[in-house]
């Protein structure tokens, strides 16, 4: 490749606390990732995807990191605050010219060590809703990750969230600590009722939500970048295993049926309870207005569409506003807040 240093590379990276995700923006193309980043397990991880990303293209680009973060929440450190002063250090030593994303105007800040760290601390929701600004009128916004659902609201073209802190936007339903991936079946539901019999659940790590959807298919095993409970692959038997064993018995395949059975009650359980979410937040902000759209992002965009479709919304896919589909296993919807960024710093500066 022709080096061009006066050519801007945009980086845009979500730090979470298991995962990494980078949008790469280049003058005539782009690449989306996910990285396995254990955070409560060591920062090292990091220090070096960070540094092996940046020393990658520097010498060929102008490199531009935006950044924004939710992995300040990891119990590696002693607080958010220090969380965030450790991570936006790790970009400081690497590259010097390094944005900050925040819930306060301008919204991009130059990284410097006066930047508040509470303006800063698991804001990457926010920079999706900055984005949706700019392409959709009236409109609630859930991404579906790993962990987390985040909900967005746009109405006449601006984001109508109340609360930035993640205490408030759990009290108000605007943050759900519950995915399609890590997230323990027991966070779903306790117990399941089916033909007359209750399953209670294990409250113990032995299963998560991704063996559920792995056996009814509804996840791609290509794009499920999640670990297992037990550190075993996610084939379809092994899934039935690992659901069997947190519902309280050993898996044979004389119980494929039933253990099938009991995944689609544990969908519907999770299901039911953002539909009621998305209905309550639908009636306080827009009146029950049927025109407002249901926006999908995430790795649980799927579930959006089911939900969208049960209470007669129009759906819209996050993908839709991005065009080249072409040859990428992970597309803007599963690195949303970091692909936010990136555009929107680029759209800033050029």
């Not at 061009?4 to 990732?33: C, E, M, Q, R, V």
């Amino acid at each position: 490749m022709k080096q061009d240093k006066t050519k801007n590379l945009y980086l845009g990276w979500d730090i979470g606390g298991a995962h990494t995700k980078l949008s790469t923006i280049k003058p005539n193309s782009s690449a989306f990732d996910i990285y396995k980043c254990h955070l409560w397990e060591s920062t090292n991880p990091l220090k070096k995807i960070i540094s092996s990303i940046c020393g990658k293209y520097k010498k060929k680009f102008n490199v531009i990191n935006i950044i924004t973060m939710s992995g300040e929440m990891s119990d590696i450190f002693e607080s958010r605050s220090k969380g965030v002063k450790y991570i936006l250090n790790i970009f400081d030593t690497v590259n010097k010219n390094n944005y900050v994303f925040s819930i306060k105007k301008p919204f991009f800040f130059k990284l410097s060590k006066s930047i508040s760290s509470e303006s800063i601390s698991s804001a990457n929701w926010f920079a999706t809703a900055k984005f949706l600004e700019t392409k959709i009128n009236n409109a609630i916004a859930i991404d579906i990750g790993s962990t987390t659902t985040d909900i967005m609201l746009i109405k006449e073209g601006k984001c109508i969230n109340k609360n930035y802190s993640d205490l408030l936007r759990l009290q108000s339903s605007e943050l759900i600590y519950m995915g399609v991936l890590r997230t323990p079946v027991h966070a779903v539901t306790k117990e399941i009722l089916s033909h007359q019999k209750r399953f209670p659940i294990i409250p113990e790590n032995f299963s998560n939500m991704s063996d559920v959807y792995s056996i009814l298919s509804d996840i791609n095993p290509k794009i499920d970048y999640s670990e297992s409970c037990d550190h075993k692959s996610k084939s379809y038997r092994n899934s039935l295993r690992r659901l069997s064993r947190i519902l309280g018995f050993d898996y044979e395949s004389k119980n494929e049926k039933t253990v099938i059975n009991l995944a689609k009650k544990i969908k519907l359980s999770q299901k039911d309870f953002l539909t009621k979410k998305i209905n309550n937040l639908l009636r306080k902000n827009f009146k029950n207005d049927k025109s407002v759209k249901i926006i999908g992002i995430g790795i649980g965009s799927f579930l959006v569409e089911e939900i969208a479709k049960k209470v007669k919304l129009n759906y819209k896919d996050f993908n839709s506003f991005y065009q080249d589909y072409n040859k990428k296993l992970f597309l803007p919807s599963d690195i949303a807040p970091a692909y936010s960024i990136s555009m929107l710093f680029k759209l800033r500066n050029e």
